[in-house]
């Protein structure tokens, strides 16, 4: 069964530098997700893209953020200078239409230190 | 803003019985999806259950099935006949119908522990 696969499982960064986390939605989804969930928090939407651009976009998501779909294959989540505060597991998320079933990956854990 | 709330944090239940979740939201819309996803350790969130707000019906997916009150905005999951596996987070979500970018809401969850 397709799944969305996260890259990498784990991450360690410093304060202040970028991070990229990498996912791969199933194959033949077209809309695509970030969420994430600070430790005992709940999971909050962060943004949704689809062709080739931002649907919909969380307080979250500031100018520190950024999304790219850079191949037809991966979708990443990019944090330009990472702050204490953006320590948590980042979901990433695809579905094959609008309002169709949003499938998680696994997760990428970010300590930022 | 639309708001989830899952009540409790923990529930525990004996293997082959059942056990109810609870989840409230608010809204000022009248057309909206409703979500259960389960999160096994370690692994990803799955869909469980599906609720259509216009649908008045309760959603079932086999030894799944919802308890869906409209107008108390209550949308609770009855997990029969519970096995190992069903050990999981369970997270009750919230989708508008008209989102631009389908954004999902989530509550807090419910750690749902299964006793042999």
């Known amino acids: 069964e397709p799944e969305v696969t996260q890259t990498p499982s784990h991450q360690v960064t410093q304060m202040g530098q970028e991070v990229i986390l990498r996912c791969v939605p199933i194959s033949n989804h077209l809309y695509f997700y970030w969420y994430r969930q600070i430790l005992g928090q709940k999971v909050e939407f962060l943004v949704s893209?689809?062709?080739?651009?931002?649907?919909?976009k969380s307080e979250i998501f500031d100018d520190q953020f950024s999304v790219e779909r850079p191949d037809g294959s991966n979708f990443t989540l990019k944090i330009r200078s990472t702050k204490l505060e953006d320590s948590a597991m980042y979901f990433c998320?695809?579905?094959?239409?609008?309002?169709?079933?949003?499938?998680f990956g696994p997760g990428t854990r970010l300590l930022v230190l | 803003a639309q708001t989830v709330t899952q009540s409790q944090p923990e529930m525990s239940v004996q293997e082959a019985e059942t056990v109810t979740l609870s989840c409230t939201y608010d809204?000022?819309?009248?057309?909206?999806?409703l979500f259960w996803y389960k999160q096994p350790p370690s692994r990803q969130m799955i869909l469980v259950i599906r609720?259509?707000?216009?649908?008045?019906q309760n959603a079932t997916e086999n030894r799944f099935s919802v308890n869906f009150q409209k107008a108390a905005k209550s949308f609770s999951l009855k997990i029969s006949d519970s096995q190992l596996g069903d050990a999981a987070m369970y997270f009750c979500?919230?989708?508008?119908?008209?989102?631009?970018?389908?954004?999902?809401?989530f509550g807090g969850g419910t750690r749902v522990l299964v006793k042999p």
């Open positions: 809204t000022s819309e009248s057309d909206y999806y």
């Open positions: 979500a919230y989708r508008s119908a008209r989102a631009a970018g389908n954004k999902l809401t």
């Open positions: 609720q259509e707000a216009y649908k008045q």
């Open positions: 893209f689809y062709n080739n651009e931002i649907s919909e």
């Open positions: 998320a695809s579905s094959s239409g609008y309002q169709e079933t949003q499938y």
